[in-house]
């Protein structure tokens, strides 16, 4: 499809600033862009990034979903209901305007937040291109048939050829974009951050700890720990090494920050704990980057198993032994924060 | 993590340098630029390899004529028929028929068309059974089939 061109070069001025997650980096992008400080770590924590969930029955590529972070678009979503902030979400059905929109948008000198199939992005790596649809990106300029792209997991600005860009945007299958775009209306020049920051750990906690749903939070962590240790007994060994695979690259993949999202959240705890002087926000941060270093351990495990390298020791009850000690951690982490939120009140 | 565990490997995203968070000598989270992490690599070759099993397994059933070459095209672009039949606008039922050498030999120019756009190839690829590579993999043809 050929898009029609408006003016040959629009281009707007814009922060790009490399992170380690695509929707807490586009969102801290965009709001630099308006004036505001924010870092991405911060921005995941306040948009209440973190989760766990082993969801058996949706799959990706014929194996089981296993998140470490909250739904696509949750992290939007929580910060275009934080009063003082005006976003403006669209979707589309067709292809024409959506690209239209987008064109008058940058016209207009406003960067636009899209949500892209990663499979349809041709600057990236080709090892990356999977089936992924909720991959974040923020269109800043065009130059004749080309978008100018800050794209938060790329060290430097890239660019993508108009068709291209519309076929990500129109991306089919699960977690479909449909064409979906974002972008600032208004925003206030200065937030009261502590309320932020602590309706965000609430929602959080609440996930991993309260809800009586057996497959997420803590309990899906030793869930998935159960169902790992019967996987060899289950599915043969093939198949269970690449359900394990795939576990660890929901986990490791580009986008996670590592540790599966435990570490950028270790950072949040950190920058909330200094900014408000709580000295216990930093303790949970601690006690955090050591679960993200129990999930570490067990992907280097896990690398081995797949390999076919594994060490005497590399048994799939040793790793779900090791997960269920992520599952421990994390619910320490958690039912700290809860007190200290209760401490508060 | 630690700062030194963040070994340097060019292997799987191409030497891109990604970001990541690090834990320094005083436990503070910081981010660091870096290359994509050992293990991950590992297990994310692990998954390009089974992608490229099964378009070994693909192309040898296009070889006995037990399906026809969209299969090919299918397995290569890591979709299945769901995912084929919403980018083209069918019904599954329809995309698996076409599966079938039989029933594609058959096929409207259209419908042909509509294919060919998505795996971004000529048309006369398809038409031909000639293997071209996939979405993420320009280059050279691979093998040519047509028989």
């Known amino acids: 499809m050929t898009v029609e061109r408006m003016r040959s070069t629009v281009l707007t001025e814009f922060p790009h600033i490399q992170s380690a997650h695509c929707e ?11 004036g505001i400080d924010i870092s991405e770590a911060m921005a995941f924590g306040v948009g209440g990034g ?5 969801l058996p029955f949706i799959r990706l590529n014929g194996l089981p979903l296993v998140t470490y972070r909250s739904a696509p678009g949750s992290i939007l979503n929580r910060f275009a209901e ?11 059905r067709s292809r024409k305007k ?3 929109k987008l064109d008058v948008l940058l016209d207009d000198g406003i960067p636009v937040g899209l949500q892209t199939g990663v499979f349809w992005l041709p600057y990236f790596p080709r090892a990356l291109r999977f089936h992924f649809n909720a991959h974040n990106l923020v269109v800043y300029g065009k130059e004749g048939n080309e978008y100018l792209i800050s794209d938060p997991v790329f060290p430097e600005p890239v660019r993508c050829p108009a068709d291209d860009l519309v076929r990500a945007r129109f991306a089919s299958g699960a977690l479909a974009p449909k064409g979906k775009m974002y972008y600032l209306t208004s925003v206030v020049k200065r937030f009261e951050r502590s309320s932020l920051i602590v309706n965000g750990i609430k929602g959080v906690s609440r996930m991993m700890l309260d809800r009586p749903f057996p497959l997420i939070g803590v309990k899906g962590i030793r869930f998935l720990a159960g169902r790992l240790e019967k996987w060899p007994k289950r599915l043969g060994s093939g198949a269970a090494d690449l359900h394990l695979g795939h576990v660890v690259r929901m986990q490791e993949e580009i986008g996670t920050g590592g540790g ?3 570490f950028m959240y270790a ?3 950190q920058e909330s704990g200094k ?6 926000l930093g303790d949970c941060a601690a006690l955090l980057t050591e679960a993200g270093d129990r999930w570490r351990e067990f992907a280097v495990m896990a690398a081995r198993v797949c390999k076919g390298r594994g060490r005497p020791g590399d048994t799939y009850r040793a790793m779900a032994e090791k997960i269920r000690e992520c599952g421990l951690l994390e619910e320490k982490v958690f039912r700290q924060l809860q007190s200290w939120l209760k401490e508060r009140l | 993590m630690d700062e030194e565990k963040t070994a340097v490997d060019r292997g799987v995203a191409a030497g891109l340098k990604i970001v990541s968070y690090v834990a320094g000598d005083d436990g503070g989270q910081r981010l660091v630029s870096g290359s994509v992490w050992q293990p991950v690599n590992t297990v994310n070759r692990q998954a390009w390899q089974e992608i490229e099993r099964q378009i070994g397994i693909s192309k040898k059933k296009i070889a006995a ?3 026809s070459c969209l299969h090919y095209y299918m397995t290569a672009n890591q979709m299945n028929t769901r995912l084929l039949a919403r980018y083209t606008g069918q019904s599954r039922w329809r995309v698996r028929l076409h599966i079938f050498p039989f029933f594609f030999a058959r096929l409207g120019s259209d419908t042909v068309r509509k294919y060919a756009e998505v795996f971004q190839t000529p048309a006369i690829d398809l038409i031909q059974g000639r293997l071209s590579p996939p979405v993420y993999d320009s280059g050279a043809y691979e093998i040519n089939c047509a028989d």
Do not use: T, W
Not at chain 1, 50 to 54: I, V
């Open chain 1, 260 to 262: 599966g999202f435990r």
């Open chain 2, 65 to 67: 004529g037990k399906v």
């Open chain 1, 275 to 280: 900014e408000m002087e709580e000295q216990s």
């Open chain 1, 267 to 269: 950072a949040f705890l």
């Open chain 1, 82 to 92: 934080i009063p003082g902030i005006d976003m403006c979400q669209e979707k589309f």
């Open chain 1, 98 to 100: 959506a690209m239209e």
């Open chain 1, 50 to 54: 973190l989760f766990f969930g082993y």
């Open chain 1, 24 to 34: 807490s980096g586009v969102v801290s992008n965009l709001l630099r862009h308006r």
